[in-house]
């Protein structure tokens, strides 16, 4: 038995400690303030690494207060400690950053404490061991960040982002409260814990009772709402009102709240095919749509808005299918890779610059596409057998997310095939889409190592598991050959009007902005 | 129809459309940006009557506010003197009755400026639907794609006139209608299908009379912000060019088709348009507080002239020795505090001032490039290319490589493949964001790129007239110092969309590293150098010549040994140790403005992604000075002035006076009043906050989520957080030669004349270093009192 406490649930104390010093210094060019914030987000980053060290010594703990087993209850296993570590580095990243980059802000010191108040509550979020915990850290979030949207509140934009974004984000927080209710009534807990194994037990028995098939649904509304899920992915695409450190901790830190909360509660919603078939369709849509619109954006930041949308509609496709590590798998990856994306985005221009530079692209044609295609299923089912001979066999589910990810690929190599790419850039694409596709896999069987005794495992798929899996694989490869083909067509006038109608988002956000009066003049102008 | 009116002519229409254009100012993209003369369509007005005309129109103040004047008069930095010298000089018929009735105005508010309603405003007023935020959303929506240069991967059919295009767009566009203004699809799609003819129609529906129609288009324009610059910018790239573009009257179509909906959407407005379009009719005539606003103005920059005159005490003695060292430099005026940092190191080092493409005229072409970059101010066409290119098989590795690297950035983009990215690179961001953090990323130098050389090769003679046309521009025909330094100058910076705005302004928005290695390259060409004496240039045989890039974030000094120079060897290693040292001085002496720098860790801000503020920039230029050096050596000028070195007696036919008045005075009018533009006018002229910078296109910026386009300098270019770090004074231009010769030269180009009748820029001759005349609108000069040096002698 350990005598100290998880070092990780002392990390929301730190940074809370310096936000509590930011209030008395709230204006420009706060003294120590931003370097103590820094200082603040890099120790808790060191708690959040000791706690994954005691894990790894001592094994998962849970710690409540009172010491009842009820009310204020924290939780350290794999997937808190992975996603406290995440976290914890994206937040130190992140306030690394403010410091320089806020310099000079009339409201500098404000914003630090904001910051640090956000990064707390997703801290707490995450090692959350029952819902009223996480309901609360959601809330908090929630506070925080329109406290950060509307950082510019002279901005009517800025008050328009931030409106949409509270009716969503604390919709969820009312479906997340409604779904504990029903799981209260359905099993008499809403310890996490405790609701994994009575989601497991009932799913071994093959009967849910209605109320937790409602709580499964509004869990999945509350997931969906917060992770920007068609249709109501447009506060998402308008948060770029606020400094880019909050759009970084937003898209790395904060979105992943969704996808957390269902990994947290996977054996229920598993034991739930509607909500599992509802997460395939929603996310699979939102992941396409999302990634479409994205083609069309030419504003930076807004492009990657959408990308998130679609990166996070993907992995609700992932939890519906039951690849519940590889969720995770994906909301760590891009994580990542959004941070940096947003913190990195003044290079924009330059990028764009160098894109002429080398020459004009080759275009591949459709007999260039349908061999890419060919040698991409090649590489794949050679790289699948390699891994399913090391590592065991694989589910339908997983096979069928890597033939989905294979045509992404596929692009890789056709871009190689096009007639005018020389011979050495064809080996270069090459040798990338079997460093892709090893590296995919590589990182899925870390991923099955790591989470996977603690996750559910992945369902055996029946009738409606299989028309879905049928579904997801037909219109991803379908989305991905007309992208192999796009210049082929993308120009013609037939598609000028899609392509009008992709770029309004299908006009959903200027929708909800008729209904919550967005298009009404600011009282200020 | 409304309105009883004269409708105008086609013929007339058209040049009232091109003259609307004009008053707009070009907006470079920012891959490379040069700095813009906002008020470039208003030289012909002066500050007053340019105040009232884009106040009218963008609401704009070109003028701080006068508690910051107060505050100068209040701390004496602004005399009695000076504000009378100013009163005196005013030409306002109501101007105040004299310095009481002055020093009472300044103490006063002074009136807002404020734009006059488009017919999106006034239908907000009326509807209560924010019309003209539905515009800025709609039109940038649609115009990010139109002018993106590959940012996203599914752009427009590319080809396409804007206004077509648009049409095309907004027959689609479903969010007006969604917004209520119900039927515009259509009203789009039936709209005129040219853009004249819909400017036309749009001009009877608005009941435009010809008096209005001017100021009318200007305010269109101007609603466009950024969008309408960077059309402006297409049309003067193709009028450079000897072609017509008419991108601005196509934007200005597609704004007026948004009026004439909105009229018909809401005709109860058309009272208050009639009022308005009247008082666009009217002429542009300055209040009385914009005449008081340009006095204290003038007076505020005269106390500056008065230091600067102050500091000025007459030319030093120049050393009769060979230099050891004579080191040329931009006249970017981040140059003069290096220059006086390196001259401090040695006696035996002269430094020159000369514009930072050495006087040659590039079309350059990189390394592992296809793009053809003009390194070359962008008032000249480039007469000569250059290239960088390297040996056929380092070229082919290089485009792979950069291929090879395209295509992934296009897998990571494009749908479907971006999951499979992010499942198989996203956990190596981790490292990158590491590394990144820690500014830890050393790529960003790199190795230099292969020498630059004239390609076509012009021949030996072609050659040797270039590099002497050069040399005898920089007042470098003859004494020669043993070395020779070329210094171009580039600033680097981290993460940075306005990175190119830092770069050299005489070599279009990049860095000067190509034109001072090639003119040293020709230089050293054994065949040049033989050639030269016919072309009345000697340069001993012992002189080297050696490029070099000054950069202007941290200091260092990099030296391209291009040329083999084994009896220049100890020379070389000297020159760097001087180098080093004027780089730690230079450091020192910048990091007191920087806020929170200090002279260690200035070098940190090239590499730090979340520095806003890396450099200064020309933040706080205010003077420009051709003379011999002798006339500002040892004086501390604080980086504020344009250094250029110039010998009138040097100067057979002033042919080279000419050169210096119509090229880089004006390109410095262009710097100094975009800094001014930025400062006084942000929300028109300027860049806006860098937090929420969302990089469009490939070109510029906007805020947020869109809307429009920002053109100018980011607020944190030129404001430190606590006060404005570029004290908006229009630019003191001291010559030192003969006020006839300058009176001459003015009276042949009437556009710089231009400039400085109506004060866009200050005008004083020099003699023997000190202030002798003031210019006076009109080609006359009126004699400045000798001033005496007062005790501190920074400017």
């Not at chain 1, 120590?32 to 914030?37: A, M």
Request: proline share 6%.
């Amino acid at each position: 038995m350990m005598m100290i406490p998880p070092l990780s649930m002392l990390a929301p104390l730190v940074l809370l400690a310096v936000a509590a010093m930011a209030a008395a210094q709230p204006g420009r060019r706060p003294g120590h303030l931003p370097r103590l914030s820094e200082l603040a987000a890099l120790a808790s980053l060191a708690l959040a690494l000791g706690g994954a060290a005691q894990l790894v010594a001592f094994g998962p703990v849970r710690v409540a207060l009172p010491d009842t087993g009820a009310g204020f209850a924290l939780g350290l296993d794999a997937l808190s400690a992975t996603m406290t570590v995440l976290v914890a580095f994206i937040g130190w990243v992140v306030m690394r950053y403010a410091r320089t980059y806020l310099d000079g802000e009339a409201r500098e010191g404000l914003f630090h404490g904001l910051m640090l108040a956000a990064l707390a509550a997703v801290l707490v979020l995450v090692q959350a061991a029952n819902l009223p915990v996480m309901i609360l850290a959601f809330v908090a979030v929630g506070i925080a960040l329109r406290h950060l949207l509307l950082f510019y509140p002279e901005r009517p934009a800025a008050r328009r982002a931030a409106a949409k974004f509270s009716i969503v984000w604390h919709a969820g927080d009312l479906a997340l409260l409604a779904a504990t209710g029903l799981l209260a009534s359905a099993f008499g807990t809403v310890d996490l814990a405790a609701l994994a194994t009575a989601g497991s037990a009932a799913a071994a028995q093959g009967a849910l009772p209605a109320t937790a098939h409602l709580a499964v649904a509004a869990l999945v509304l509350a997931a969906m709402l917060k992770t920007a899920a068609f249709p109501l992915h447009g506060w998402l695409t308008e948060v770029m009102e606020a400094p880019t450190p909050v759009s970084a901790l937003l898209h790395a830190g904060i979105i992943n709240g969704g996808g957390y909360l269902l990994i947290r509660t996977a054996d229920v919603v598993q034991a739930s095919p509607g909500g599992m078939a509802a997460l395939v369709m929603l996310g699979g849509l939102t992941a396409l749509f999302g990634a479409v619109v994205m083609l069309t954006q030419s504003a930076i930041k807004t492009a990657l808005a959408w990308s998130t949308v679609a990166q996070m509609g993907f992995m609700l496709l992932q939890c519906g299918l039951g690849l519940w590590p590889l969720a995770l798998l994906h909301i760590v990856a891009h994580s990542m890779y959004k941070a940096h994306a947003f913190l990195g985005s003044g290079g924009a221009v330059r990028a764009v610059a160098g894109l002429k530079r080398p020459g004009p692209v080759a275009v591949p044609d459709i007999g260039a596409v349908m061999k890419s295609f060919a040698l991409a299923l090649l590489l794949y089912g050679a790289v699948a057998t390699l891994f399913s001979l090391a590592a065991g066999p694989k589910s339908p589910q997983a096979l069928a997310l890597g033939a989905m990810l294979i045509f992404g690929v596929a692009y890789l190599v056709a871009q190689g095939l096009a007639d005018a790419a020389p011979a050495a850039l064809t080996r270069r694409t090459g040798l990338a889409a079997l460093g892709a596709a090893l590296a995919y896999f590589t990182f899925q069987q870390v991923a099955g190592a790591l989470w996977g005794a603690q996750l559910p495992p992945v369902p055996v798929a029946g009738p409606l598991e299989w028309a879905l899996i049928v579904l997801a694989v037909a219109s991803f490869g379908l989305v991905a050959f007309a992208q192999a083909l796009f210049p082929l067509w993308a120009h013609h006038p037939a598609t000028a009007g899609l392509r009008v109608h992709l770029a309004n988002g299908l006009y959903l956000n200027a929708l909800l902005d008729r209904l919550i009066g967005g298009f009404r003049a600011p009282a200020s102008r | 129809m409304y309105l009883k009116h004269d409708q105008i002519t086609p013929a007339r229409l058209s040049g009232i459309v091109d003259a609307a254009a004009h008053a707009v100012p070009p907006a470079f993209p920012l891959d490379a940006t040069v700095a813009v003369n906002p008020f470039l369509g208003q030289s012909d007005e002066d500050l007053a009557t340019a105040s009232a005309r884009l106040a009218r129109v963008a609401g704009a103040p070109l003028t701080p506010p006068r508690a910051t004047h107060a505050a100068a008069m209040a701390e004496g930095r602004i005399t009695d003197a000076d504000l009378l010298a100013a009163l005196d000089a005013s030409t306002a018929p109501d101007k105040p009755a004299d310095l009481a009735a002055l020093k009472t105005a300044a103490q006063q508010g002074g009136a807002p400026a404020k734009s006059l309603p488009t017919l999106a405003e006034l239908a907000m007023a009326e509807t209560g639907t924010d019309w003209p935020s539905i515009i800025d959303r709609t039109f940038g929506l649609w115009a990010a794609g139109q002018f993106d240069r590959g940012q996203a991967l599914w752009t427009p059919a590319p080809g396409r006139d804007a206004y077509a295009a648009w049409r095309t767009w907004a027959s689609y566009d479903l969010t007006p209608e969604i917004a209520g203004l119900a039927g515009f699809c259509a009203h789009a799609a039936d709209a005129p299908d040219t853009p004249d003819r819909a400017i036309l129609r749009a001009s009877d529906r608005l009941g435009l009379t010809e008096d209005a129609a001017g100021s009318v288009f200007h305010r269109l324009l101007m609603d466009l912000g950024g969008w309408a610059q960077h059309g402006r910018w297409l049309s003067w790239q193709a009028e450079l060019a000897g072609g017509t573009d008419d991108t601005p009257a196509q934007l200005l179509a597609i704004r007026l088709v948004w009026e004439e909906a909105l009229l018909a959407h809401a005709p109860q407005i058309g009272a208050q348009w009639a009022d308005t379009l009247a008082a666009h009719a009217r002429p542009v005539v300055p209040s009385a507080d914009q005449a008081v606003d340009a006095i204290l103005q003038e007076a505020a920059e005269r106390a500056h002239q008065r230091r600067l005159a102050a500091a000025l005490v007459g030319a030093t003695e120049a050393a009769p020795t060979r230099p050891a060292l004579q080191a040329a430099f931009c006249i970017d005026v981040r140059s003069e505090v290096f220059r006086r940092a390196l001259e401090s190191q040695d006696p035996a080092i002269e430094t020159i001032g000369f514009a930072g493409f050495f006087g040659l005229p590039l079309a350059h072409t990189a390394h592992g490039s296809d793009v053809v970059e003009a390194h070359l101010p962008v008032l000249l066409n480039p007469a000569m290319h250059s290239t960088s290119h390297g040996t056929a098989q380092g070229e082919h590795t290089a485009r792979i490589a950069a291929r090879a690297t395209r295509a992934w950035g296009r897998f990571r983009q494009a749908a479907v493949s971006s999951f499979a990215f992010v499942e198989a690179a996203g956990p190596v961001y981790g490292v990158k964001l590491l590394r990144d953090a820690l500014g830890a990323d050393k790529t960003a130098p790199g190795t230099p790129s292969p020498a630059p050389r004239l390609d076509p090769d012009p021949g030996p003679d072609a050659k040797a007239a270039a590099a002497a046309a050069a040399l005898k521009a920089m007042s470098l025909a003859r004494g020669h110092g043993r070395v020779v330094l070329l210094l171009g100058h580039g600033a680097q910076v981290t993460n940075n969309p306005h990175e190119s705005a830092y770069h050299c302004g005489a070599c279009g928005g990049h860095t000067g590293e190509v034109s001072a290695r090639l003119l040293a390259a020709l230089l050293n060409d054994p065949e040049v150098r033989a050639a030269l004496p016919a072309h009345g240039v000697d340069v001993p045989a012992d002189t080297l010549f050696l490029a070099g890039l000054h950069d202007t974030t941290t200091d260092a000094v990099t030296l391209y040994r291009d040329a083999a120079a084994p009896d220049h060897a100890e020379d070389t290693r000297r020159i760097a140790r001087w180098l080093k040292r004027a780089g730690a001085a230079a450091r020192a002496e910048r990091a007191a403005r920087l806020p929170g720098a200090t002279a260690q860790d200035i070098a940190a801000r090239a590499v730090n992604w979340a520095e806003l503020r890396p450099e200064w920039g020309l933040a706080g230029c205010a003077a420009f000075i051709a003379a011999p050096r002798a006339a500002t050596a040892g004086v501390d000028l604080g980086g504020r002035a344009f250094l250029h070195s110039y010998d009138w007696r040097a100067d057979d036919g002033f042919g080279t006076l000419e050169l210096i008045l119509t090229a880089p005075v004006v390109v410095a009018s262009w710097i100094s009043l975009q800094y001014y533009g930025s400062a006084v006018a942000p929300v028109a002229f300027g860049g806006g906050t860098k937090l929420i910078h969302n990089v469009v296109g490939g070109i510029g910026v906007v805020q947020g989520n869109g809307g429009k386009l920002r053109p100018g300098l980011p607020w944190q270019a030129v404001h430190d957080g606590d006060a404005l770090a570029h004290d908006p004074l229009r630019l003191s231009v001291m010559i030192e030669a003969p006020q006839d010769r300058i009176t001459a030269i003015l009276e042949r180009h009437p556009d710089v004349r231009a400039l400085f009748d109506n004060g866009w820029m200050h005008l004083f001759a020099l003699e023997d270093g000190q202030v002798a005349a003031r210019y006076r609108p009109g080609l006359t000069w009126a004699a400045e009192a000798a001033v005496c040096s007062g005790p501190g002698r920074a400017a």
